[in-house]
């Protein structure tokens, strides 16, 4: 039976059932792709996890997780520029990240072409906004195409790199949650694997390669020059297409995935609409859309989050003089959300409340499962550090989260990190409610990843400026939040070993000297931050632990026997409910007579809730 690098590596044309995620890097192998660069982080974590199925000595392409998305953007850049195709992905806010250097992108000529892979998500499923990054596009003259589907995920790496190379000009493959990670069956072409030429092939002639003074505007006219090509491109583009049911009265224009939600909405529908589907939101074919605008009395923009397309189809109409009326989106929720079919149904019925039957009442069904919030996960070193930190601080202190899995402390029965908002931020903005505060400690958290992703600078500030306030590393040895990918300090890379980069080192280096202890060690934890918020000036405590989650994973792919479940002696038991009011680990559930046990499928018996009982009746895993 073939596994999944086998099929990704197949010379022969066939199919197969896979994510839209996975369909892209079959894509990257038959198109020649050579180099490939990314940052973890949903809803694009799983090109990298069908990356790692290809053995490294088969692998025809390189791939590398970099230290944040500017840095990946760079490296893909660099090799680019020396000629190699190349491709970086990352998630939505990402892009912010890499914005520095994307705006540049479209006035420096990229000889190996580039795909720029963004994983936007509608309905926040994994983030902390709905950020439409169409906007970022037109604002660095990139050209965007949109699959619906990962059929057409597939198909549009292999348009998107070939156009880039000919143009020499990166382009956007813009995948939403639901595109990323929709399962069908893809058809794949053959693949005919080809020598690549590795050699050096950067030369400063195909520049200029320095965008400033007096050559920015050629370049920038360049730009524009490029974006206007591909205007011209999108009128004959094969991703923009028409359905055409003969219905003159009414049409509707849609791009990405709620196309396959209308299309599951029309099933129902005795009246169906005309329907330009784009696979190409920007630049739009404004001759296509024009035709489309003049041969329907009303047209419907359908489109998830803003108003991008529905602006530029208005902008068409209005310098055409097309006598229809538009229908964009009608309230704030339009702006809002994924576009399934039950919101594609709704978003129709408000303005041709006759297309569709009535909608059906959903049975009403008694709620009798209350809410469940996220929680960390049993034997975790971040729930030992907050219930340490809770026991040291009162609620005077501002404390500031980041990014990572210690995010969840915000929620009960911690209550730690009051504000958050990107990568790193929570150091400086500490630095800043630390001015003029001479009553309210501030405590900043900051992940060991998200540390040498963007944390690093605002260290390197609070050191400069003397800041005063206190930062708890959470170390836990990976990047655990979006699915365990090493990071700088984690000994270890995509590709294989490497020297690990010791924060301690870091710190040292750059004039802090930070106290280490173990996350499981709350007595010690506890005193070193009630230590800590006593003194002036910046400080830094790491609490380290590995990510048990992890651990016991690598345990049990090594075959090792790992003793789960610890016990409550119920003889001892207090019912003080400290382990499930404070430390709050989920291993710990009430039985009907209200007394405490352990489940056993979530205890992993590592022990670390053993001091948190008053009356000492939490025993550990037996011995072997």
Not at 26 to 32: F, I
Not at 155 to 164: D, T
Not at 185 to 205: G, L, T
Not at 496 to 525: C, F, H, M, N, Q
Request: aromatic content about 6%; overall charge neutral; some cysteine.
């Amino acid at each position: 039976m073939k596994g999944l690098g086998d099929m990704l590596l197949s010379q022969d044309a066939g199919s197969e059932i896979m994510i839209g995620n996975t369909a892209l890097v079959r894509a990257m192998v038959e198109s020649g792709t050579q180099v490939v660069t990314a940052y973890p982080g949903s809803p694009t974590p799983e090109i990298a996890t069908a990356i790692a199925a290809i053995p490294l000595d088969k692998r025809p392409f390189y791939f590398e997780f970099s230290t944040n998305e500017k840095v990946a953007l760079e490296v893909a850049l660099g090799a680019s520029v020396n000629g190699h195709a190349s491709c970086v992905f990352f998630k939505s806010v990402g892009l912010n990240v890499a914005a520095d250097t994307f705006v540049q992108l479209s006035l420096l000529e990229l000889v190996g072409g580039m795909v720029v892979i963004l994983g936007d998500d509608p309905g926040a499923n994994s983030s902390q906004n709905e950020q439409d990054n169409r906007h970022l596009a037109r604002l660095a003259y990139v050209p965007v195409l949109e699959p619906a589907d990962p059929i057409q995920a597939y198909a549009m790496y292999l348009e998107a790199l070939r156009l880039s190379r000919e143009r020499r000009k990166p382009v956007i493959l813009r995948m939403t949650t639901h595109v990323c990670h929709a399962k069908m069956r893809v058809p794949f072409a053959a693949y005919r694997p080809e020598p690549h030429d590795r050699s050096p092939r950067f030369d400063p002639a195909n520049g200029p390669y320095i965008p400033l003074t007096s050559r920015v505007f050629p370049l920038k006219a360049k730009a524009l020059a490029n974006i206007e090509w591909f205007r011209s491109y999108a009128e004959k583009c094969p991703f923009n297409r028409l359905l055409d049911h003969g219905n003159r009265r009414r049409g509707i224009i849609v791009a990405g995935l709620p196309l396959r939600s209308l299309e599951d909405v029309l099933l129902d529908s005795a009246d169906k609409p005309d329907v330009l589907a784009l696979g190409m939101p920007y630049p739009l074919p404004s001759g296509l859309v024009g035709d489309f605008l003049s041969s329907h009395a009303e047209v419907k923009i359908l489109e998830e989050l803003d108003d991008f397309v529905e602006q530029q189809v208005k902008a068409i109409a209005y310098e055409r003089r097309i006598d229809v009326v538009l229908k964009g989106k009608s309230d704030i929720d339009d702006w809002i959300g994924e576009y399934g079919p039950d919101k594609v149904a709704e978003v129709l019925r408000k303005v041709w409340p006759d297309l569709l039957p009535p909608a059906q009442a959903r049975p009403q069904v008694p709620v009798t499962v209350s809410a469940r919030p996220p929680q960390l996960c049993p034997g975790c070193g971040h729930r030992t550090a907050f219930y340490a930190v809770r026991k040291a601080i009162s609620d005077a202190e501002i404390t500031l989260a980041d990014v990572g899995c210690h995010t969840l402390g915000f929620l009960p029965p911690y209550n730690v990190g009051q504000m958050f908002l990107d990568m790193g931020a929570s150091v400086p903005t500490g630095s800043g409610l630390a001015l003029f505060n001479k009553t309210r400690p501030v405590i900043a958290f900051l992940g060991d990843s998200t540390l040498f992703h963007a944390g690093l600078p605002g260290i390197i500030n609070a050191v400069f400026n003397k800041h005063n306030l206190t930062l708890i590393v959470m170390e836990n040895g990976t990047t655990a939040m979006t699915g365990h990918q090493d990071h700088a300090g984690s000994g270890q890379n995509f590709n294989g070993e490497t020297p690990a980069v010791r924060i301690d080192s870091v710190l040292e280096a750059i004039g802090v000297t930070p106290r280490r202890v173990d996350a499981y060690a709350v007595g010690k934890l506890t005193a070193l931050v009630r230590e800590a918020i006593g003194q002036e000036g910046f400080k830094v405590i790491i609490a380290s632990h590995p990510c048990m989650l992890k651990a016991t994973r690598d345990a049990r792919r090594k075959g090792d026997r790992v003793e789960k479940m610890v016990r409550v002696d119920q003889e001892k038991c207090s019912r003080a409910r400290e382990c499930i009011s404070r430390f709050a680990c989920p291993t710990f559930q009430f039985g009907e007579d209200g007394s405490i046990d352990t489940h056993s499928d979530l205890c992993i018996g590592d022990g670390s809730c053993l001091q948190t009982c008053p009356a000492h009746a939490i025993t550990p895993p037996r011995a072997k």
